[in-house]
C-alpha cells in the first residue's frame, strides 16, 4: 500500500522554518567561498560572514526555545463514585494548552465531596466539569440546579472570548464560561420550556458585539388535538435577555430542527414534521420578531416560500425520522432519514440524488471517507434481529453499498465514530460483538477498528460489559493524537435508587493504543491480508484534522 506517512502536519511548524533559515544562509556563505583573490580585508570580511552564518544558525537553534509540547497520557480515567451521568461528551480547548480537553456533565449525590453543598444544593445537584485532555485531572466544577433538560457547549457569544455552554436545568437556563467554569448570567427559562435540545445561533442582533441564539419550543408528543405551533424566542447570548418578540413558527407536530447555511451563506432554520421538512429563514424569523438583521436570504428558496409563513417545503414524507447535514462538501447536501430509507438531498436544485432501502436504524449515520471520491460516506447501522445489526456504509455519491457486516449488539448502541486520515481516507469505530463467539464472551463488548483500504478485516478490541452512555473520537491535537473518550455509568436520566449508583468513569484511549491488543476478525471470504499486515497500516496512520 502506498501509505506514504504525510511530513507536512505531523512535523513541528517552527522546526520546517529552522531549516528553511539554515539553508538559505549557508548557500550564502558558500557562495563568498567561491570569490577569487582574495586579500587581507577580504579575508576578514569573508571570517565575519562565517561567524555572523554561525551566530545565525546558533541563534536558531539554541536559543530561540522550541515550542513545549504538552505531554499527554495515552491512557486516562476520571472516574466519579455514586454519581449518574447523560449522553454529552464535548471537547474544547479550555485551559489553552492547545490540547483539547472533555467537557461532560454529572449527576452527583455523594455528600462527601462536598460539590454540591458548597453552593447550598439539595443532593443531588448536577456537575458541568471540564477534564484536562492530556491527563483527565478536573480543571474546574460547576454545581447547578437538578433536573438535567438539555445542554450543549460551543454556543458563541456566552463567553468573554470564545464559546460557553448553555444549560437547561430546573427552571433556569444558566451560562457557563468554558475556561473558569463561572456562571457567567442565569435566567428563567419559563418562556421556553419545551423541546429538547432546541437551540440555534445566530449572529449579533442586539449590536452588543456577541452573537446570540435563540430557543425553539416545540411539542414532540402532543396530539393533533392538542398540538401548539412551535415558538421561537431570542436571547442576547451576552446578558441572557429576550430579545425582540416572542414568534410562532406556524407549523404543527414539528419534533425536531437543524439548523443549515446555504452555499452562498444564508443561514435556515429546517424544521422535521410530521408530513415532511421545511424550511424557513432566520431573516424571515428575526423580522417577525421585530429584529433588524443583515442576515442572507437563498435567491431560489425565498421564490419557492409560501408568502405568509416563509415556509418552503423541501421534502413531503410521513414517515420522516432524520435530517442531517453532510459535512465538507461545497454545496451544501442534507442526509435524509425516514422510516425505511436513506436519501441524499441537493439543496441548491432541491433533488434526491440518490435513495436506498433500509430497516430501522439503530444508531445516528456516521460520516467519512471510505472509497476515493472525496464525497463522504455514510456508516449506518440497521436492526435486523432481535440481537443483530447490519452495519452498512453507503457510497455518499451514489447510495450504493460499498461494505457491510453483520455484528450483535445490545442497548444502549453507542454511535460508531471516524477520524479522518492525512491518506484521505477515514478509520471507523464501531461497537458490537462479533456473532461467532460463544456464550462467555456475551459479558464483552466489543470495539472494532476498520480500516477502508484492508475492509476485510477489523480489529478487536474486547472490553468487559460497561454501560457506556457516551462515546466520542476526536483528534485531540492539531493533526496528531487520535483518541476516543467513553463516558460508562448509570443514566442520569433514568432516576436511579441514589444508594445503588455504580461509579462514572470517563475514560480515554489513543486509538493507535487499543491496535496491539486487537485480534483480527475476517469479513467476508477469505482474504491473503494477514494480522500483522492490518496492525502496521494502523501504526503508520496520520490523522488530520479537516473535517472532510
Ligand atoms: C481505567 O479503568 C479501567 C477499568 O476500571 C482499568 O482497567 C484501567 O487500568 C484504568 N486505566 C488507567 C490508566 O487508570
Ligand atoms: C434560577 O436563577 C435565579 C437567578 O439567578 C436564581 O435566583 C435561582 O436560585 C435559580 N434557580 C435554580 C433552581 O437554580
Ligand atoms: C413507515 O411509515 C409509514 C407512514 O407512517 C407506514 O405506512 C409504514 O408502514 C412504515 N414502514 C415501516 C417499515 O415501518
Ligand atoms: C425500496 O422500497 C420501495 C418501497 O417500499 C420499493 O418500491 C423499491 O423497490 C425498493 N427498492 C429496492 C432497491 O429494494
Ligand atoms: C449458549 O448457552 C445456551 C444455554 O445456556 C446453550 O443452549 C447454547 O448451546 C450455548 N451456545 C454456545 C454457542 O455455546
Not at 447547578?144 to 450543549?152: K, Q, S, T
Not at 464525497?375 to 447501522?381: F, G, Q, R, T
Not at 455484528?407 to 486520515?421: E, K
Request: net charge negative.
Amino acid at each position: 500500500m502506498a501509505d506514504a506517512p504525510g511530513s507536512g502536519l505531523e512535523a513541528e511548524p517552527l522546526k520546517g522554518e529552522e531549516a528553511e533559515g539554515g539553508v538559505s544562509k549557508k548557500k550564502s556563505c558558500s557562495e563568498k567561498l567561491g570569490l577569487p583573490h582574495l586579500t587581507g580585508w577580504r579575508t576578514a570580511a569573508l571570517l565575519l560572514s562565517l561567524l555572523l552564518c554561525l551566530a545565525v544558525v546558533f541563534t536558531f537553534s539554541f536559543i530561540l526555545p522550541c515550542p513545549v509540547r504538552p505531554q499527554y497520557f495515552s491512557t486516562w480515567n476520571h472516574t466519579l463514585p455514586d454519581a449518574a451521568t447523560y449522553d454529552f461528551l464535548a471537547v474544547e480547548d479550555t485551559n489553552e494548552d492547545k490540547v483539547l480537553d472533555v467537557l461532560f456533565i454529572y449527576k452527583d449525590s455523594e455528600a462527601s465531596r462536598n460539590t454540591c453543598l458548597s453552593e447550598d444544593f439539595s443532593i443531588p445537584c448536577l456537575v458541568l466539569t471540564a477534564v484536562d485532555g492530556t491527563d483527565g485531572k478536573a480543571l474546574w466544577e460547576r454545581p447547578l440546579a437538578a433536573e438535567l433538560d438539555w445542554v450543549e457547549c460551543g454556543v458563541k457569544g456566552l463567553g468573554r472570548q470564545g464559546t460557553g455552554c448553555l444549560v437547561a436545568h430546573a427552571d433556569n437556563l444558566t451560562a457557563v464560561d468554558k475556561k473558569t467554569g463561572v456562571v457567567r448570567w442565569q435566567r428563567s427559562r419559563s418562556t421556553v420550556l419545551n423541546g429538547n435540545l432546541p437551540l440555534i445561533s445566530i449572529q449579533d442582533l442586539n449590536a452588543d458585539k456577541a452573537d446570540d441564539f435563540a430557543i425553539l419550543s416545540y411539542n414532540p408528543d402532543a396530539t393533533s388535538f392538542t398540538s401548539v405551533p412551535s415558538e421561537l424566542v431570542f436571547f442576547s447570548g451576552q446578558s441572557g435577555d429576550q430579545i425582540g418578540l416572542k414568534v410562532n413558527v406556524d407549523l404543527y407536530e414539528v419534533f425536531g430542527h437543524q439548523q443549515f447555511r446555504t452555499a452562498s451563506g444564508a443561514p435556515y432554520l429546517l424544521l422535521l414534521t410530521k408530513s415532511g421538512l421545511y424550511a424557513v429563514s432566520l431573516r424571515h424569523l428575526t423580522a417577525l420578531a421585530g429584529l433588524k438583521s443583515e442576515l442572507k436570504e437563498e435567491k431560489s428558496w425565498k421564490e419557492k416560500s409560501d408568502k405568509t409563513t416563509g415556509l418552503i417545503s423541501l421534502y413531503q414524507s410521513d414517515s420522516l425520522k432524520r435530517v442531517m447535514v453532510v459535512p465538507g462538501t461545497s454545496s451544501p447536501s442534507l442526509l435524509v432519514q425516514t422510516n425505511s430509507s436513506v436519501s441524499l438531498l441537493h439543496t441548491d436544485k432541491l433533488k434526491m440524488a440518490w435513495s436506498t432501502n433500509t430497516s430501522d436504524l439503530l444508531s445516528v449515520p456516521t460520516f467519512g471517507q471510505f472509497d476515493k471520491d472525496g464525497i463522504p460516506d455514510i456508516l449506518i447501522e440497521e436492526k435486523i434481529g432481535r440481537e443483530t445489526k447490519r452495519v452498512l456504509v453507503l457510497s455518499g455519491s451514489s447510495g450504493v453499498i460499498l461494505w457491510e457486516m453483520n455484528l450483535l449488539f445490545w442497548t444502549p448502541n453507542p454511535r460508531p465514530a471516524s477520524v479522518l486520515t492525512l491518506n484521505t481516507y477515514s478509520v471507523f469505530m464501531i461497537w458490537g460483538r462479533s456473532p461467532s463467539h460463544d456464550n462467555q464472551t456475551n459479558q464483552m463488548h466489543s470495539s472494532f477498528l476498520l480500516h477502508p483500504r484492508y475492509s476485510q478485516l477489523l480489529l478487536e478490541r474486547r472490553n468487559p460489559a460497561q454501560n457506556i452512555i457516551s462515546f466520542k473520537a476526536t483528534l485531540f491535537e492539531r493533526g496528531r493524537h487520535a483518541g476516543y473518550l467513553v463516558l460508562t455509568g448509570p443514566d442520569g436520566r433514568e432516576h436511579a435508587e441514589l444508594s445503588e449508583m455504580d461509579p462514572v468513569i470517563l475514560t480515554k484511549r489513543k486509538i493507535k493504543g487499543d491496535v496491539p491488543d486487537s485480534t483480527v476478525l475476517r469479513v467476508g471470504a477469505e482474504s491473503a491480508v494477514g494480522e500483522k499486515e492490518v496492525k502496521e497500516a494502523f501504526y503508520r496512520l496520520r490523522f488530520s484534522d479537516a473535517l472532510f
